[in-house]
């Protein structure tokens, strides 16, 4: 590998599931107890609150997602048009398919990048299982500190939950 490459890809923003008319029933019918709920006990702000957070939701599940641009280039890290430099980014990660040690746990190939940003520091980017090698050898060349990381157990409540 040249010293002088890129690495770029281009994957989507997210993993699109399908979900079913039971799905968006569910869904409604959460926001209309949970809605009422908030009524009864005379929290009408709090109902108008959960009717926009279930129709925003039900919004976002139809939506199809986009392809994302990365990049790995002498600057930094690259999403779209944002650009993360190295001297701001504190560790990563590459997170191999089926590199797991915990028999039975299917992983997906990701790379962790964890930045200085106070909110969501960590930025979660899907590559190619075949690119892993490649990406790690690259940030290693540019003195980025090799951290182990896991999707948190938010992002595995929303996976199982559908989104």
Not at 18 to 31: H, K, P, Q, T, Y
Not at 54 to 73: H, Q
Not at 110 to 137: C, G, Q, T, V
Request: hydrophobic content about 45%; proline content about 4%; aromatic content about 14%.
């Amino acid at each position: 590998m040249n010293r002088g490459e890129n690495l770029q890809w281009s994957a989507l923003e997210y993993e699109d599931k399908e979900r079913s008319n039971d799905w968006f029933w569910a869904l409604g019918i959460i926001v209309v107890t949970a809605s009422l709920a908030a009524i009864i006990y005379n929290n009408y702000f709090f109902a108008a609150l959960i009717i926009l957070s279930g129709v925003l939701l039900g919004f976002l599940a139809t939506k199809k997602p986009t392809m994302v641009a990365y990049e790995l280039n002498d600057r930094g890290f690259g999403v779209e048009t944002s650009l993360y430099p190295y001297e701001n980014i504190k560790s990563f990660w590459v997170q191999r398919e089926n590199f797991s040690e915990k028999p039975g746990e299917n992983l997906k190939p990701l790379l962790f990048i964890k930045s200085e940003r106070f909110f969501m520091p960590i930025i979660l980017a899907p590559i190619e299982n075949d690119m892993a090698p490649h990406i790690r050898s690259f940030l290693l060349e540019k003195n980025v500190i090799e951290e182990e990381m896991r999707e948190t157990f938010s992002e595995k409540i929303m996976e199982a939950l559908g989104f």
